[in-house]
């Protein structure tokens, strides 16, 4: 599915990726990690304009927004999604399995990973897309 992509949008929902994941971290409440999995999953797999957190974007914060829409490549942070979706589905498994410490170390590193590309554009997902491609 090439195209391009609004380079707002996979910043926005990388910030949301890292927040809750945060949050469910801080709170210690690992049931949220797969409610993010399956919204990525949901985003992912199916039409990405239907995202939870796409729609926030495009409804409350775009028409807030001035200046022109600069866009780039919609691959490779697609596939970046992909891989959060892996990681926070293994999570969730270890989660469900009684591997509370390694869920936790999974979802922290998708939320260090997506705090990284929501502040600094670093996209390590994209990075392995574009790598893998060339």
Known sequence: MSGKVDVNVPRF???CVAALTGFAFVVQAWPIVPVI?????ITRFADPRIGVF????VRLVKPRLSGPVVTEPVDPPRFAQLLGVVFLTAASVLFVGGFATAGWVVTL???ALATLAATTRICVGCIIYERATT
């Not at 999995?37 to 999953?41: D, F, G, R, Y």
């Not at 796409?54 to 974007?57: A, G, P």
């Open 13 to 15: 929902n990388q910030a």
């Open 37 to 41: 999995a399956a919204i990525l999953a």
């Open 54 to 57: 796409t729609q926030v974007y």
């Open 109 to 111: 590193i998708v939320t």
